[in-house]
């Protein structure tokens, strides 16, 4: 059989090429297929490294290509009547429809090859995923062979060429717009589901996500038999007589209907089947991820997930309802029973929407619709609500959704990471329902708790009852936890004082006092230790067994994972002046977007630094863009960093103000930079510029017909670092998963070897190899006078440190000095005596050194997280910035040992955006393309005329050689 099936289809190649018909065909695909992606969808606009609008546009092209290929294929034998010959022929009709296919399916895959450079040229300028692109020529080629199928069939039953092609044309449409949101739009959700299982276009558009699944494949496969099925009938019809009732031809009418009904049933059977699929994303971004399925393994009550979406909603949240659909069914199978999903429209479950409104606060969203017959306003769900014991969190769609500008007049929706947002929020209501119970059945491994207490004749009063107080309260609990805590007091001046010693090598504690010229020195210090960590316990503010008690929980919950973490969050205190915003000339910083954005996962405690201490809740210090921190906020910085925390901080030696009409740089003498410095991390006083930026709105006027006009440009601004590729820490979780980062008047870090030489040093962003410093104040973008860029590069051009990980032993800035917190004589004779009465003793000493597991991170920049800087960056680029924000959570994670939410958040969720470029090399970039495509079409014309003339030889010399 496959002989002949070859020299039918070599036969069918043969006269396709032999007409220029075929190369205007090919060639008319390919010019419009570069088209709608360079303009129609702007490709460079969308600033998005994939290859989706090829795609997008794919199904409707191919109806005309394969309706092209097909329209002749049939018709002109039944037209030139030699179908006849063919059907007397000692070849089966499934053979010559077999040949038929072959070659339509071999042209096809010649005009997807052809555009294989778009891909490749896409690659070279941005980090493209290969996984949908692969998916997408896969779907486009079992597309092709379904249109293919019905191309044949309907041309085996006409004998006009015309005839065929606008059937064709006809029948394919219908495949795809049965399934598009064009048609689904007039009905609900279910309705709408059922028509894009019955679709071409929706099917393919799930295989160009980079989802192949089994069902979409034999839906493809199911039409290809049923039209060759179809076909063949009509063939065999050819070759009988007039008479079509007898015997084998009713056999033949019952064999061909029971067929179809099979094919078209295997569908219904296959729907059921969900685990039957492969994800080719790279980080594999639309399957649940080993981290989620941790979680849902420690699940010990139900959980609910419920989706209130509502039949009628704004069209471009619609298509995103079946596959939020989908991933909370496979959070149902992975949760073994344990998770409970639902699916409900409030607005036809009154008492549902009466319990989601005043329960679970979740209210219907009023969206404008607007169709070409009228404008209306809708009020729609599109809610997840997830429950666990007394526990709950909604997402809303802002949660769920981003938006991505994709052309110059719309907008393209897409689910933002919904694994993570559900993953988070499952984590999140199941640790704050399992925070009320018995924190000793969360831990691992039993606890130590360490008291490096003086003999009591040392003490003060207090905390001589404070001791006794903490062995009574260590005694209860060493009764509840079964086994896994444990008190031990030592004296650090017994043995001639080699405890006491022993601790300030290896700890940094120094001796106590009560006041700053109290003469009496006493050790007062608490520890909790299991088999990997030590974290020292601080003394409460208040000395009582509540407050102690309070402050030894808050230990204990870190050696458990089951517990939201608290981030300590300091921010500048530089309030917003309405009145100056106006006038453009306000300075203050605002960070409600970091604040908001860290808030989803953790919990958020807003300190004030001046206040010399930070919270024994907190697990991790965020310190952003500090201002006139006195000696008390430095204290309170680096003691947290001496008692094993992690401190994060974002800095620059510049303040940066925006005004009217200029961008000026402010010098910071800030404390914490010669903090930063002892440390072994100098932050130098200039400013880095990189040629690899992103660009700066400016305002240009023009004239136009005498009249002014004042417009936005985007132009090149080196001090927007444009931190991607191998200025991105492809070994650190922190940086590895991130596509790009916007640094904004970043200075650049340097690194004191000798003063971290007992720390691990990771490097997390730099810039690129070309980069340069300037100590210029003012920022306004320089044009030169063809309206591009100006800015001269300086002699220093090399890649600069941005950003630093340091993790180790650290030494006390206060090392050797009294501690900031004890008031002088003069202090309490100002405040006076009376007010000193009812306030507590002041206690404190100063840690000299950290453990191993403190940890130190340095952002060199003060302004990259801020609001203004943040929606900036969103102006630019035509969607929300978020490497910024994502960079901080993931060093938080890290910090915090936090790898599951890392990992998920880490799954290639984040834009892959363009290089930036040039107009003129974007320009290269599309006619190169241009290019290519000719060069292919006129290498298949050489290809196809040098096979032609060796053939023509071949039966020359076989005909001489008879003669």
Request: hydrophobic share 40%; charged share 20%; net charge neutral.
């Amino acid at each position: 059989m496959l002989p002949e099936t070859l020299r039918v289809a070599r036969k069918e190649l043969s006269a396709f090429f032999s007409s220029p018909m075929a190369y205007i065909f090919l060639g008319t695909f390919l010019v419009v297929s570069l088209f709608v992606f360079f303009w129609a969808d702007a490709f460079f606009a969308r600033n998005i490294a994939d290859v989706r609008p090829l795609f997008e546009w794919m199904p409707v092209l191919l109806i005309f290509l394969v309706a092209a290929l097909t329209m002749r294929m049939w018709s002109e034998e039944r037209r030139m009547g030699t179908i006849e010959y063919l059907m007397t022929l000692p070849v089966s009709p499934l053979q010559l429809l077999a040949g038929k296919f072959l070659a339509g399916m071999t042209l096809l895959g010649l005009a997807l090859l052809l555009t294989l450079p778009l891909p490749v040229t896409v690659s070279l300028i941005g980090p493209l995923d290969w996984g949908p692109v692969w998916g997408g020529y896969l779907a486009a080629l079992f597309l092709g062979a379904a249109y293919l199928s019905i191309g044949l069939f309907l041309s085996a039953r006409s004998d006009n060429q015309i005839v065929s092609l606008i059937s064709t044309v006809l029948v394919c449409g219908f495949f795809y717009l049965i399934g598009s949101d064009l048609l689904g739009g007039f009905f609900g959700n279910r309705a709408g589901e059922l028509l894009k299982l019955l679709g071409s276009g929706s099917r393919f558009s799930s295989i160009t996500r980079g989802v192949v699944d089994l069902r979409d494949f034999y839906y493809y496969l199911s039409l290809v038999g049923v039209f060759f099925t179809l076909t063949l009938y009509t063939l065999e019809r050819l070759r009988w007589a007039k008479d079509t009732t007898g015997t084998q031809h009713r056999r033949w009418e019952l064999v061909t209907w029971l067929l179809v009904a099979n094919l078209l049933a295997g569908n219904l059977w296959l729907q059921h089947i969900g685990q039957a699929r492969l994800d080719l994303t790279e980080g594999r971004i639309y399957s649940i991820s080993d981290a989620t399925r941790k979680y849902l393994s420690q699940l010990q009550e139900p959980l609910l997930i419920r989706g209130y979406f509502s039949a009628k909603t704004h069209p471009l949240l619609a298509p995103l309802v079946p596959r939020l659909r989908d991933l909370i069914r496979e959070y149902q199978v992975a949760g073994n029973g344990k998770v409970r999903a639902e699916f409900i429209d409030p607005q036809f479950n009154p008492d549902l929407e009466a319990e989601a409104n005043q329960k679970y606060n979740i209210k219907p969203v009023p969206f404008q619709i607007a169709d070409r017959y009228q404008a209306a306003l809708v009020n729609s769900y599109f809610h997840l609500l997830v429950q666990y014991g007394d526990q709950f969190e909604v997402l809303s769609f802002r949660d769920l959704i981003e938006v991505k500008q994709q052309r110059e007049t719309g907008l393209d929706v897409e689910l933002q990471n919904p694994e993570y947002e559900l993953t988070r929020a499952i984590k999140k209501v199941m640790y704050g329902f399992k925070g009320g119970g018995d924190i000793f059945t969360r831990l691992d491994t039993p606890v130590t708790l360490t008291a490096y207490i003086s003999d009591q004749s040392k003490l003060p009063p207090f905390l001589r009852e404070l001791e006794t107080q903490l062995e009574e309260l260590a005694k209860e609990m060493e009764e509840k936890s079964g086994g896994k805590f444990n008190l031990r007091t030592l004296r650090p001046e017994a043995n001639g004082g080699k405890v006491a010693q022993q601790i300030e090598e290896q700890y940094g504690f120094r001796p106590m006092q009560a006041g700053l010229f109290d003469t009496q020195r006493f050790y007062f210090y608490l520890t909790l230790s299991d088999s990997s960590q030590i974290l020292q316990v601080a003394l409460p503010e208040e000395f009582n067994k509540e407050s102690l008690e309070r402050n030894l929980t808050t230990a204990l919950k870190r050696f458990s994972d089951d517990y939201l973490k608290t981030v300590a969050l300091a921010l500048p205190q530089q309030p917003t002046n309405p009145y100056l915003a106006q006038l453009g000339m306000d300075t203050g910083k605002q960070f409600t977007a970091l604040n908001q954005h860290l808030e989803a996962n953790h919990n958020i405690l807003n300190v004030d630094l001046k206040k010399g201490t930070i919270p024994e809740t907190a697990d991790i210090l965020v310190v952003v863009a500090p201002d006139s921190l006195d000696d008390k906020g430095l204290f309170a910085i680096d003691q947290f960093l001496m008692k094993g925390g992690t401190v994060l901080v974002s800095t620059s030696p510049y303040s940066v103000r925006f005004g009217r009409d200029n961008l000026v740089a402010g010098k910071n003498e800030n404390e914490i930079l010669k903090w930063l410095d002892f440390q072994g991390l100098t932050l130098e006083k200039k400013m880095v510029l990189d040629p690899r930026n992103q660009p700066f709105p400016i305002p240009v006027s023009r004239d136009v017909g005498g009249f002014t006009l004042r417009e936005l440009r985007l132009v090149p601004y080196p001090y927007f670092i444009d931190a991607r590729g191998s200025g991105l820490n492809s070994e650190s979780p922190i940086t590895s998963a991130l596509n790009h980062v916007m640094v904004n008047w970043a200075s650049p870090i340097s690194v004191d070897a000798d003063k971290t030489r007992e720390q691990v040093m990771t490097w997390l962003l730099k810039s690129s190899p070309e980069s340069w410093t300037s100590e210029a104040v003012t920022l306004i973008p320089r044009l030169d006078s063809q309206g591009r860029s100006a800015f001269t590069p300086g002699s220093d051009r090399v890649e600069k440190l941005l950003a630093v990980a340091l993790q180790g032993g650290f030494t006390s800035y206060f090392a050797g000095k009294d501690s900031p917190l004890l008031k002088t004589e003069e202090d309490a004779a100002e405040t006076g005596r009376d007010k000193q009465k009812d306030k507590q003793p002041a206690v404190s000493g100063v840690i000299d050194k950290s453990p191993e597991s403190a940890r130190l991170i340095l952002f060199g920049s003060a302004d990259f997280l801020s609001d203004q800087t943040l929606q900036m960056a969103a102006g630019v680029g035509g969607q929300q910035e978020f490497g910024a924000l994502q960079l901080v959570e993931n060093a938080i994670d890290w910090s915090l040992e936090d790898a599951g939410l890392l990992s998920i958040r880490s799954r290639g969720h984040y834009a892959r955006t363009l290089m930036p470029l040039e107009r003129e090399t974007r320009m290269v970039y599309e006619y190169l393309n241009y290019g290519l495509v000719v060069a292919g079409l006129l290498l298949v014309y050489f290809v196809f005329r040098l096979r032609q003339r060796s053939t023509r030889n071949r039966y020359q010399r076989m005909l001489e050689g008879r003669s």
